[in-house]
């Protein structure tokens, strides 16, 4: 388990809106981790009417970064590149809104395709083994290598 103290300094995300808590498990092309920010009364993405669902959209692309920035440490690069989210597609909710869900969430993406200019990722956010919400997301690097 990597703790947010290991791996936050790495993405753009910082105080409330870095929003997953912790990386249970990674790899070449995959990342599990883990947020109770959904329950938080700070949470940036909560409405008048609570967390909706497709904010889980985000809790998805946060950990495609993290994932990046992982790979980019373990690669030896000095510098992480930030990337800029492009696309959101085949967005599935199962659930209208998260937010009185005990507990924490479990967030996975897994890779899968990279490039110098971008990558794509599969994401799906769950609770208590229910599936909350799944899609496909697309990041570019608008900075070259």
Excluded at 53 to 69: P, S, T
Aim: hydrophobic residues 45%.
């Amino acid at each position: 388990m990597l703790p947010k103290s290991n791996w936050a300094g790495l993405i753009p995300h910082a105080g409330s809106m870095c929003l997953l808590d912790a990386v249970l498990d990674w790899d070449a092309e995959s990342i599990h981790a883990t947020s109770a920010s959904h329950a938080r009364a700070d949470n940036p993405l909560r409405g008048p009417h609570g967390l909706h669902a497709v904010c889980m959209a985000e809790y998805g692309a946060q950990a495609m970064a993290v994932h990046g920035a992982l790979l980019a440490r373990a690669r030896g690069d000095c510098a992480v590149r930030a990337g800029m989210l492009v696309s959101v597609r085949d967005l599935v909710l199962h659930a209208e809104y998260v937010d009185a869900l005990p507990g924490h969430l479990d967030v996975h993406a897994s890779c899968l395709h990279a490039a110098p200019e971008g990558a794509q990722y599969d994401f799906r956010v769950a609770h208590a083994g229910r599936l909350l919400a799944s899609g496909r997301a697309t990041v570019m690097y608008p900075d070259p290598p």
